[in-house]
């Protein structure tokens, strides 16, 4: 679960790591706990597996889906709305940043950091073992890094999020954990919890569990 010391939320990692659902997932578990909630869908640099796609599901709930004007939601077009910065800074809500993958994605994060460093914001970096260049310590760490650098941010926390999406089973998620906590412990980074999908929440992790429903189900089938 997120930190909820923390009044926003930036969420980074590698490409296909699962940073979208997570974000989601996240700010349907804020909103259970606070009245004013926001998700800024920050993603410039893929056209799939985006928040804005789900924006009507989150709107109904009532959490603030800050996108590019509707005109603009499926442009692949560089465009950060201007009310991110306004949610990052607005002491009533809690916000989370939906970053693009890899290194571009991460630099947008960076063009945001006159408004993160204003409030307590936490940096959280998704890892999905099992997506390439992220199956060793060397490769996470050496990935954190340089997403650390280029979006300006100190991570703060660490997410284990290693699947295959249906094909996930329980050995895939606890190897996945016991690697992170590797990286946990060489570079001082604090796990924040592990996901686990709806049809294995009953197995035994080590961190903290965290129930991921898939809202991009209809992306994957593509």
Known sequence: MLNTDYKCHVIIGMFGSGKTEIA?????????????????DIDVISP?????????????MGIKVVTPPRQFIHADLPIIPPAVSGYIVNPE??????AGGNEDGSTVVGSLKNFLDQ???????????????????????????????????????LISNSNLQD???????????KILKKVSEKLGIPIAFTVVPEFLKN?????PKFILK???DKVYQL
């Open 48 to 60: 799939y597996f985006r928040t804005r796609d789900e924006i009507d599901i989150l709107e109904k």
């Open 24 to 40: 989601l997932n996240s700010a349907i578990y804020l909103k259970e706990r606070y009245e004013k909630v926001a998700i800024a």
């Open 119 to 157: 409030t307590k914001t936490a940096t959280y970096f998704v890892v999905n073992t099992k997506r390439p260049f992220m199956n060793t310590v060397e490769d996470i760490e050496y990935y954190i890094e340089r997403l650390s650098a280029k979006s300006r941010r100190k991570v703060n926390f």
């Open 203 to 207: 197995i035994e992790t080590e961190y």
């Open 93 to 98: 809500y809690q916000t989370i940043i939906d």
């Open 214 to 216: 898939r809202f991009l």
């Open 167 to 177: 094909e996930t089973t329980e050995e895939i998620i606890l190897n996945g954990e």
